[in-house]
């Protein structure tokens, strides 16, 4: 008998009402002798809210205990969830990463990476006829430090059960019925997917569609693990979305999808001396600031950042350029067409460009790899530019594009 790993996110399991439609669906998994692991995020709000009262406290909370305040969440959840099932009569234990020995790395309290699992405590578990709920988002390290996987830390925290698990796919239920072409609220053609490869959805995640972890999808394609999104809302289950490697598909050269990532900050430094572009970035690196779009010609620095970065990022460029040195920080939005193939198409990129200059949309910069083309434009011109690229390439076979903001973190 295989074993099912499913993952609960946030709006999933936002209150009781949501956690006792949870439970209800699990036991009908139970009630199949079917063997189940269940990951689970806290509470929808709930980090948001254990957050605010650290940062009342100070600006600046030591690390190691905002993890361990961190993952409080995902243990009050595991904790109703196990209630309401054993209330059903399924018999249910809880697991926190510290319990299961979920082992991660020491990369930061707050963004580590899973190393290891031992899945004995499990395997026990499940042959006694039990389900098995585990807190997602956290572990241990080395030292036995309470550690945290970042934002949308579950969806990695199921991924790496599945794998280690064997089991067949890893279901990620949230509150939409799987990856949408678009925002419905943007675009009202936007359709489901029924499939996407690993690769594309990586460079879809790292390009700012929040569908899931990036981590999570990394260990995925890795493992070869395919991962199904689905609705947790929906009263039964549908096909949702997998994401999967995909073999043999001959219409892959010509798929366009697109992800779009806001609040960016273009920064460019001219007259810069070669030394000072080599501190600035090994200065983000230590202070674990994400950049892209990068480029260095003629003694001008340009990348881009996320504008929670901006004082941070300010405060490192400052601090090293001299006064002959100009600096500017310029709001933005990338927007990004994602397939493969897409750089051996020069006339893919050609109507990008005539289509976003056809209604006056300045493109600013562009960055091209075999299987993205990233546009950089203003931040106002961006859900206009959705529209004219979901129309442009709609005749292309499998043609599909991806927002942000379409899937809730959880």
Not at 44 to 65: F, V, W
Not at 89 to 111: E, H, M, V, W
Not at 198 to 214: R, T
Request: hydrophobic share 40%; charged share 20%; net charge negative.
């Amino acid at each position: 008998m295989s074993i099912m790993v499913k993952k609960f996110g946030g709006s999933s399991v936002a209150n009781i009402e949501r956690i006792e439609v949870v439970a209800e669906k699990i036991f009908q998994f139970y009630q199949k002798k079917q063997q189940v692991v269940v990951v689970v995020s806290a509470m929808q709000g709930e980090t948001d809210k254990l957050e605010s009262l650290a940062y009342q406290i100070t600006p600046d909370p030591d690390s190691r205990e905002m993890a361990a305040l961190l993952a409080t969440g995902e243990q009050l959840t595991i904790s109703l969830l196990c209630i309401a099932l054993i209330k059903r009569g399924c018999p249910a234990r809880s697991y926190t990463g510290l319990q299961l020995g979920i082992q991660t790395d020491g990369a930061g309290f707050n963004k580590s990476r899973v190393k290891n699992i031992d899945p004995n405590k499990i395997y026990q578990d499940l042959q006694a006829g039990m389900v098995v709920v585990v807190a997602g988002f956290q572990g241990v390290d080395i030292e036995g430090n309470i550690t945290t996987l970042g934002r949308g830390g579950s969806d990695t925290t199921a991924v790496a059960l599945a794998a280690v698990l064997q089991a067949k796919e890893c279901h990620i239920y949230t509150d939409v019925d799987g990856v949408y072409t678009a925002d419905p609220n943007i675009e009202p053609n936007a359709k489901k997917l029924d499939s996407i490869d690993f690769s594309e959805m990586l460079e879809l995640s790292g390009l700012g569609a929040k569908v899931m972890q990036i981590r999570a999808i990394e260990l995925g394609g890795y493992y070869n693990m395919p991962i199904r999104v689905l609705s947790s809302f929906n009263q039964k289950d549908n096909a949702g979305t997998l994401i999967a490697e995909c073999k043999n598909n001959l219409d892959y050269q010509q798929v366009a999808k697109i992800a779009t990532l806001r609040k960016q900050i273009k920064i460019f430094v001219q007259k810069i001396e070669h030394k000072n572009i080599l501190l600035i970035l090994k200065n983000l690196a230590d202070s674990h600031i994400e950049f892209d779009m990068l480029t260095n010609h003629d003694n001008v620095l340009s990348f881009t950042i996320s504008s929670k970065y901006l004082d941070q990022c300010k405060s490192i460029v400052n601090g090293l350029i001299g006064q002959k040195d100009i600096a500017n920080y310029i709001q933005v939005a990338k927007l990004s067409l994602v397939g493969l193939g897409l750089n051996s198409n020069p006339e893919l990129i050609a109507k990008v460009y005539s289509s976003l200059y056809q209604e006056d949309i300045v493109i600013q910069q562009v960055i091209t790899s075999e299987i993205k083309v990233s546009i950089l434009l203003n931040e106002t011109d961006l859900e206009l530019a959705i529209k004219i690229l979901h129309k442009a390439f709609s005749l292309m076979p499998m043609d599909s594009f991806i927002k942000e903001e379409e899937l809730g973190r959880n």
